[in-house]
């Protein structure tokens, strides 16, 4: 029976949309609904509207928490995204052991950010840890110091461990978008007389916006929900939006589920937005 091409696509993606629906939308409504409530695991909690979220951003542990997760986010990804497409385009050019380079670089990305945390963690030791040692000598730490007696120094030191293990996850990403721009757009241009430079501003760069904005869009997610990173680096001494969501509901005396659960739904609609601009950028940018 032919149902016509308006229904078809809806028919065919239908089972998609109701897993999606079962996983992840019930999750997320039903944690909204908990945010507005006094209590949220008792049965006879009450409705307070936005109170919850009122005593939230009057907390000043959640404003240096959103402060540490968008200086983290936004340092982080910028540094990823320059150092992904420099050695993408370094290695998008052809040269023996290509493959073999193209391989190794995605190493750090492999780890997982656990093992890449621990790694980092002690070499930033004070006694015995690489990083400290050279950063001592050159007297950017006092003996015996290291990145990590301060808030400050923990969220460094947690930017140049994440931008080691993300920036070759965008250089894979923008790998793939420089290889499919034809290569017939270069030789055009060499011809007109084009500099290296005039190309990538005018060919590379535009051609290479939608996989750039979809790398960034994936990067800035993960890096508004850091918590593991910045938990094994600096313990509970720094907290992003994540960590105070969690540490809210489950490692305080209180456990309070009410502004853990309002800290999470902060979070959401932050990442909420941010993928909406992305998108917004990505359909100008096409235009």
């Given amino acids: 029976m032919d149902l016509g091409s308006g229904f078809t696509p809806y028919i065919l993606v239908l089972p998609t949309i109701l897993v999606i629906l079962a996983v992840a939308a019930y999750p997320i409504i039903n944690s909204i609904w908990l945010s507005f409530l006094d209590n949220p695991l008792s049965p006879s909690a009450s ?24 200086a983290f ?107 499919v721009i034809p290569h017939e757009l270069y030789e055009a241009a060499g011809v007109d007389g084009s500099t290296r430079f005039q190309q990538f501003w005018t060919i590379t760069l535009p051609m290479l916006t939608g996989p750039l904005i979809i790398a960034l869009l994936f990067r800035t997610l993960a890096s508004l929900g850091i918590f593991d990173l910045l938990y094994i680096l600096g313990g509970n001494q720094v907290q992003s939006m994540a960590s105070f969501s969690y540490n809210f509901m489950f490692t305080r005396s209180t456990f309070d589920f009410a502004t853990g659960v309002a800290a999470a739904v902060t979070l959401f609609v932050t990442g909420l937005i941010v993928s909406l601009l992305y ?9």
């Fill in 73 to 179: 986010t936004i340092v982080a990804v910028a540094l990823e995204t320059i150092i992904g497409l420099g050695i993408a385009l370094l290695i998008n050019a052809t040269f023996p052991g290509r493959g073999l380079v193209r391989a190794a670089i995605l190493v750090p990305w492999a780890f997982p950010t656990v093992i890449s945390a621990q790694i980092w963690y002690l070499m930033y030791n004070d006694r015995t840890g690489i990083v400290s040692y050279i950063l001592q000598q050159i007297h950017v730490l006092a003996p015996g110091d290291t990145l990590l007696r301060t808030t400050n120094g923990i969220v460094i030191a947690a930017i140049i461990t994440d931008v080691w293990k993300t920036a070759p996850f965008m250089t894979l990403l923008l790998l793939a978008g420089l290889q």
């Fill in 279 to 287: 998108i917004l950028l990505m359909r100008v940018t096409q235009r």
């Fill in 47 to 70: 409705f307070v509207g936005l109170r919850n979220f009122v005593q939230l951003f009057g907390n000043h542990e959640f404003l240096s928490a959103i402060g540490i997760t968008f």
